[in-house]
């Protein structure tokens, strides 16, 4: 990362300057007075100490005054300053506070909000097209799979096992090898097909669903998932199904990769009055300090914005790695095809 943008600015911030020139012309106008109402007393020898601390208190009070106006004024455009370096277009609702006040740094800062508004409408929308993509072509994959693939290897299936009650006695185990290397090798395009494409998601739902995605984790990593899913679950868009699917999906691809844990727990429940959790944890390594975000994760956060959630992934408490996702009720998206 660029060292500039982690020390701040190299310069004298636009407030300090206003405020030292204000303060040497409130001086320079202070004694120009003087000079100019009284310039038979005026003299660095003749005035008395009341005075000067008169003029001392006067111009204390002024500075103070000063600062603390233009500290108001000039507040917004900090707060967009800090903004802008800790921007992340992964997240949603980054919006600088504007007082009610009314001034040309205060439109500054509405037009500011305005623009970050524009662009997660346009990274949103963007990002839906991209993942609507994807999901057409998992589908497309899926059915190619299964109609031409899987079909291929049942009808060379069908040959062999036509082929070993013909074959010589002595040559039949070879034959019956190949018909199991065959079976594998089907039984594998299955699976691929079922996780380019969720046939349950589709036909029985997002619970359902996830406990078919938990039971074949289960089995395939050997770790034993505990799957809680609250019973009444508002509803859901069927993108926002999608989205809660594909983040379960990562996550547990992660806990069998690279956490090490032999247990792990998946739950979705009712978080509030507007909002459906899915959390997903284990209790494995945890994340390494130096950690950085990698494609999966990035995908996640991709899919999360699409539908205004809130994905976050850290420690728990005692040991591991917990990812949770916070997607809104109305959440409102494209009905996937």
Same mark, same amino acid.
């Given at each position: 990362?660029?060292?500039?943008?982690?020390?701040?600015?190299?310069?004298?911030?636009?407030?300090?300057?206003?405020?030292?020139?204000?303060?040497?012309?409130?001086?320079?106008?202070?004694?120009?007075? !003087?000079?100019?109402?009284?310039?038979?007393?005026?003299?660095? *020898?003749?005035?008395?100490?009341?005075?000067?601390?008169?003029?001392?208190?006067?111009?204390?009070?002024?500075?103070?005054?000063?600062? %603390?106006?233009? +500290?108001?004024?000039?507040?917004?455009?900090? +707060?967009?300053?800090?903004?802008?370096?800790?921007? @992340?277009?992964?997240?949603?609702?980054?919006?600088?506070?504007?007082?009610?006040?009314?001034?040309?740094?205060? @439109?500054?800062?509405?037009?500011?909000?305005?623009?970050?508004?524009?662009?997660?409408?346009?990274?949103?929308?963007?990002?839906?097209?991209?993942?609507?993509?994807?999901?057409?072509?998992?589908?497309?994959?899926?059915?190619?799979?299964? @109609?031409?693939?899987?079909?291929?290897?049942?009808? %060379?299936?069908?040959? !062999?096992?036509?082929?070993?009650?013909?074959?010589?006695?002595?040559?039949?185990?070879?034959?019956?090898?190949?018909?199991?290397?065959?079976?594998?090798?089907?039984?594998?395009?299955?699976?691929?097909?079922?996780?380019?494409?969720?046939?349950? !998601?589709?036909?029985?739902?997002?619970?359902?669903?996830?406990?078919?995605?938990?039971?074949?984790? %289960?089995?395939?990593?050997?770790?034993?998932?505990?799957? +809680?899913?609250?019973?009444?679950?508002?509803?859901?868009?069927?993108?926002?199904?999608?989205?809660?699917?594909?983040?379960?999906?990562? %996550?547990?691809?992660?806990?069998?990769?690279? *956490?090490? *844990?032999?247990?792990?727990?998946?739950?979705?429940?009712?978080?509030?009055?507007? +909002?459906? *959790?899915?959390?997903?944890?284990?209790?494995?390594?945890?994340?390494?300090?130096?950690?950085?975000?990698?494609?999966?994760?990035?995908?996640?956060?991709?899919?999360?914005?699409?539908?205004?959630?809130?994905?976050?992934?850290?420690?728990? @408490?005692?040991?591991?790695?917990?990812?949770?996702?916070?997607?809104?009720?109305?959440?409102?998206?494209?009905?996937?095809?």
């Amino acid at each position: 990362m660029d060292s500039t943008r982690q020390s701040g600015p190299r310069y004298t911030p636009l407030f300090l300057r206003v405020v030292a020139v204000n303060a040497v012309l409130l001086v320079v106008a202070c004694v120009g007075t !003087l000079v100019v109402v009284a310039p038979e007393r005026f003299s660095f *020898s003749s005035i008395v100490a009341e005075e000067t601390i008169l003029v001392v208190v006067v111009l204390a009070a002024i500075a103070i005054l000063n600062v %603390a106006l233009l +500290r108001h004024v000039f507040a917004p455009l900090e +707060r967009m300053a800090a903004l802008a370096r800790r921007f @992340d277009p992964r997240r949603t609702g980054q919006r600088v506070p504007i007082a009610e006040s009314e001034s040309e740094v205060t @439109d500054v800062a509405r037009a500011f909000n305005e623009m970050l508004e524009r662009l997660e409408h346009e990274r949103r929308a963007t990002s839906r097209r991209v993942l609507e993509a994807q999901e057409g072509e998992r589908l497309r994959v899926a059915q190619d799979l299964h @109609d031409q693939v899987g079909q291929t290897l049942t009808a %060379a299936l069908l040959e !062999l096992e036509h082929v070993a009650h013909n074959v010589p006695e002595a040559s039949r185990p070879e034959v019956e090898a190949v018909q199991e290397i065959v079976q594998v090798g089907l039984e594998d395009i299955r699976r691929i097909a079922r996780e380019l494409r969720p046939e349950a !998601l589709d036909d029985l739902g997002l619970p359902s669903a996830l406990a078919a995605l938990t039971e074949r984790f %289960a089995r395939q990593a050997r770790i034993e998932i505990d799957l +809680r899913i609250e019973p009444e679950l508002p509803a859901l868009s069927r993108e926002a199904e999608l989205v809660i699917y594909r983040v379960a999906q990562e %996550a547990l691809t992660n806990v069998a990769r690279h *956490s090490g *844990s032999a247990t792990a727990e998946l739950r979705l429940e009712r978080a509030g009055p507007d +909002r459906v *959790s899915l959390t997903v944890a284990d209790a494995g390594r945890g994340l390494p300090a130096d950690a950085t975000a990698g494609g999966g994760m990035q995908g996640m956060a991709e899919r999360a914005s699409i539908v205004e959630a809130a994905l976050a992934v850290g420690r728990r @408490d005692a040991a591991g790695t917990e990812i949770r996702l916070d997607v809104p009720i109305e959440a409102e998206g494209l009905w996937y095809r």
